[in-house]
């Protein structure tokens, strides 16, 4: 069973820190391209940063250097540090595999072809 589930999700303050946590399991994870994206209600779905399977890390240019994404082969888990946090970042966010292997950046959702159920950021103003 293919399960990707997010967590650490919560209420922050403007310019609080928030870590996600993603854990896959029942797929290949360690030659796969990791996603986090986000939906706000109202919004289309839009990328937040990815991590290949090497480690390289790739951002949103509305999260860069604020939110580092990292990933552990050994685990399963891919990580997303979120400082720095807006009022305008509320929203739910997913964590998502590529759907192929060694894939490279991609901020398409269509490209992701496994997803978490989410994980709901609230940040305060």
């Known amino acids: 069973q293919v399960q990707l589930t997010e967590s650490g999700g919560g209420l922050v303050q403007a310019g609080g820190s928030l870590r996600l946590s993603c854990a896959a399991s029942?797929?290949?994870?360690?030659?796969?391209?990791m996603g986090w994206f986000r939906q706000a209600p109202g919004k289309e779905r839009e990328f937040v940063a990815s991590?290949?399977?090497?480690?390289?890390?790739a951002y949103a240019d509305s999260v860069k250097g604020r939110f580092t994404i990292s990933r552990d082969n050994s685990k399963n888990t891919v990580a997303l540090q979120m400082n720095s946090l807006k009022a305008e970042e509320t929203a739910v966010y997913y964590c998502?595999?590529?759907?192929?292997?060694?894939?490279?950046?991609?901020?398409?959702?269509?490209?992701?072809?496994?997803w978490g159920q989410g994980t709901q950021v609230t940040v305060s103003s």
């Open positions: 998502a595999r590529r759907n192929r292997p060694y894939g490279s950046t991609t901020k398409g959702p269509g490209e992701y072809g496994y």
């Open positions: 029942g797929l290949t994870f360690s030659t796969y391209r």
């Open positions: 991590i290949s399977w090497s480690g390289g890390p």
